[in-house]
């Protein structure tokens, strides 16, 4: 994340250096002169806790309790690492890294050259040209092999003999028990999956499920109860995703499809880096020209794509139901049951493994006209539709073929796979049915037709600044090309732009879609989060019918709307949707197709792909085994998930673990930890520049009035020539919100002024950023809430206290206060908030730099019309009515959330 901060970045340290926990001696000290001096009282905490059940019954059992060499343990005879020998097939650690930069980053045409060079020659590498090192690095141990089938397709034409006329296309693609092999045993992992499944619940009496991993749902238990007690499952998720290998020319596409395992934390799963998902191979995608008749060349195309995969998955029909011993990444061998669980694809995609037809719900027999109805219809049957393609096949009447909307393949790849049952494999994609589906292609553009492109962008266009947030410079309606990122954005904002503008139950349907889709994005869920995700689905429903009257909709028989009713019972089966999301596909996509293909000549390139992937494994593999025997894997893992993740102690019976509300604290009381740059961007600004400047006309005031409050001893009277260290931000570490996200969040606070422009140099606007300020003035509305103690305030000024002027805590602010949150608006539900004032001015107070929560976002009350005088820079000084606008990002909305 980039911040305005002109030079001060680079004396930034990392964050965990620099963490202010404020205890005894430097905790706040004044008690506001407005409030009492009453603690406020902590709440129980047995709500927040957590307990882990194991699965009852034997599962995740070793066959033996002989420890084996791992992977890595495996290598340490062929490839010692000596400090004074070979370093593997190198000479040297130095060549080792030379090599595998040139490998990562290079064709052979530039590695060549680069290998000629006097420079590098004179080095004495013990390779001389790319086939050379190429040979060391296929000497390297790798992934699972590759394999090349040529499949024949007849195209229903004959040749000039009679014979039929046969088109040939190339398959490539691996053993996917040697992928699944080759996951289980990655010592990597070792500390970051599971064989055996659990329960989690909150509260002692656990009548609250907590759903997040795999392993905590509904799923593995039953596939559990249904193999051999010991036995070990392995939810194999399967993604697939037809792309572009090139954006810019030619028409050449790949069919990659990808294998993972759910026995692997989510966490992990998701990080491209960390190669939890493997690449299982390529569909053919060009294929299939010959057929002339359109018709018969899309049925050609299903069947071809069912055939592909049939052949990579044929290896789990076997290991599925009887189990393959393999060696685990703790040593230890265990019957393995690689059992398909999941098939991660966008709608198109979905309906192709299902095969039925785009206008129908892949999953369950709704009709196409029964798509907008909220209500559940009766899942697929898997044996059922089989049959049905086989009648269909065998030329018989099957009225239930065009009932239920299905296509002619008559020879599905999953008719065989063991425990699996496909129409219950496909999980939620936020990617492509709720950003991209439900939000951009529907919700945004029915609303754009009532509101007009010219107000909502005009809306957009006023947004006041936060850090990270997209500025639409032009609005939202010119964009041309869209992105789940631009798709996020707009989402931030849109319903405090929207208020005001279309009707309430407009508003209303606007705000019910918005909280499915961040109830959606939780990264943990409790059948709580789960009945509100319901309830918000409830609402839209009751409201969606405003869209048929203002004639911006006919009717709602939408496939990616009708996929909203199987989430909550995929996340209870399968987890949280952040980890089946297909944006982990598109990103892989860079890695394992776009990347190889212009690594290769563009001539016959699947076999240069695969050939260049192996290698690049080979380079990860030695990479990862180096660490290993260095002793840096298990913090490398760590690291890949976050440098922030916490990592919790492994959960055992009734193990409590406090994680499950927004501030484990219960009241939010306690002080920040928060870190400041190492040096002040104006170490010597004057206390009259500082008004001026900061605009903050009482700081010298509420200085005094600080000081005679906290330090009596003070006496001398502040000039406006005192000169203070004065900063342009500050960063706030966020408490921890599993719900939100595993990973510790920093937020950056800014109270920057205005840089005037000088002929050679563009100024910068001010940034003085609103926040939440840890305040005890009673407010009863928020009373037993998250927002109890919380009040906005704008900041102004972050400074310090010299210690010739006084020996207080140091770390102040300088704010400006709104009135506390009390107002709800009861269509949008956003708090709505006005300045605080006393003597004609605002409210302004100095206050520690413990007692700042977190920044928050203001949006103007734009009203039914919109004020052409306002634009993102004035509108803190021309608006005085703003509301607060809690969908800035998750963590925030959970905080205001749980306040309604």
Known sequence: MDFDVGGEDANLDHFADHLHNADAQNAPLHAPPHAPDEPPTVPSRESRQTYTVPYDGDAGRPVDDVRRPTKFESLVEAFPLDDDGDFGPFSSEKEWEFAECIVETMGHGQADRLLSLPFIQDAGPSFHNSRSLYQKVDSLPTGPEWIHEVLSVDTGMKNA?????????????????????????????????????????????????????????????????????????????????????????????????????????????????????????????????????????????????????????????????????????????????????????????????????????????????????????????????????????????????????????????????????????????????????????????????????????????????????????????????????????????????????????????????????????????????????????????????????????????????????HYIDMIRSRGTADGFNTELSERLHIDFAKDAYRASNRRDFFKQMTKWLTRQEAIFTFRKYIEWKKGRAADNARRAVNSNLVVRAPMDRDRPVDHLRPFASGPNSAPSSYALPKHPSFPHMSISDIESKHKAPQFRLALTQYLLLHAPAFRRQLSI??????????????????????????????????KRSTPARVGTPERFDPILVRCRVPNDSAAGTSLEGLRVARLKVIFTLPERISSVPTRLAYIEWFRPLREVDPASQLHSITYAKRHGQNHAEIIPLDDIVQSIHLVPKFGVEFDPTWNRWNIFSKCDKFFVNSWINLHTYHLFRNSL
Not at 723 to 751: C, G, H, M, W
């Open 161 to 565: 003999d009679g014979s039929p006329k046969l088109e040939r296309v190339q398959l490539f693609r691996r053993d996917s028990n040697d992928c699944v092999e080759e996951l289980v045993g990655n010592p990597t992992f070792k500390d970051h999956i599971s064989f055996k499944p659990q329960k989690v619940y909150t509260g002692r009496d656990k009548n609250t499920r907590v759903y997040k991993q795999m392993k905590d749902c509904d799923w593995w238990h039953e596939i559990q109860a249904k193999l051999p007690e010991g036995a070990t499952v392995a939810p194999v998720i399967i993604s697939s995703d037809e792309t572009m290998l090139s954006n810019f020319r030619g028409d050449k596409t790949a069919w990659p499809v990808y294998l993972s395992i759910g026995n692997i934390d989510k966490e992990i799963r998701r990080k491209p880096s960390m190669r939890a998902t493997v690449l299982l191979g390529y569909i053919p995608a060009d294929g299939l020209d010959m057929i002339e008749d359109k018709d018969e060349r899309s049925r050609a195309n299903w069947q071809l794509f069912h055939d592909c995969v049939r052949r990579m998955l044929l290896p789990l029909k076997k290991s599925g139901k009887d189990g393959k011993e393999m060696r685990c990444g703790d040593g230890y061998t265990r019957p393995i049951h690689p059992i398909l669980a999941a098939y991660v694809a966008d709608h198109p995609e979905q309906c192709t493994v299902a095969c039925c037809k785009n206008n129908r719900c892949p999953k369950c027999l709704a009709g196409k006209d029964d798509l907008g109805e909220n209500e559940r219809f009766p899942l697929r049957n898997q044996q059922r539709t089989q049959k049905i393609l086989e009648r269909k096949g065998e030329g018989k009447i099957a009225s239930a073929f065009d009932r239920e909307g299905l296509r002619p393949t008559f020879k599905p790849f999953w008719r065989d796979l063991p425990y699996c049952d496909i129409f219950d494999c496909f999980t939620p994609d936020l990617l492509h049915q709720l950003h991209k589906g439900v939000f951009h292609d529907h919700l945004l553009s029915w609303i754009r037709q009532i509101v007009g492109d010219d107000e909502i962008d005009s809306r957009f266009q006023t947004i006041p600044s936060y850090p990270g947030l997209r500025y639409f410079k032009n609005g939202i309606s010119k964009l041309t090309q869209t992105t789940g990122y631009e798709h996020k954005e707009m989402q931030r904002c849109l319903l405090s732009v929207l208020a005001g503008a279309a009707q309430t139950r407009v508003v209303r349907a606007t705000r019910a879609i918005l909280e499915f889709i961040y109830y959606a994005s939780f990264q943990t869920h409790t059948d709580d989060s789960l009945a509100a995700m319901q309830s918000a689905l409830d609402e839209f429903h009751a409201h969606k019918d405003i869209f048929i009257e203002l004639d911006v909709r006919e009717h709602f028989n939408i496939p990616k709307i009708h996929a909203m009713q």
């Open 721 to 754: 020539y005192d000169q203070l260290p004065v900063y342009k931000q500050f960063r706030v570490l966020l408490k921890d919100i599993p719900q939100v996200s595993a990973e510790k969040r920093i937020n950056t606070i800014r109270a920057i002024p205005e």
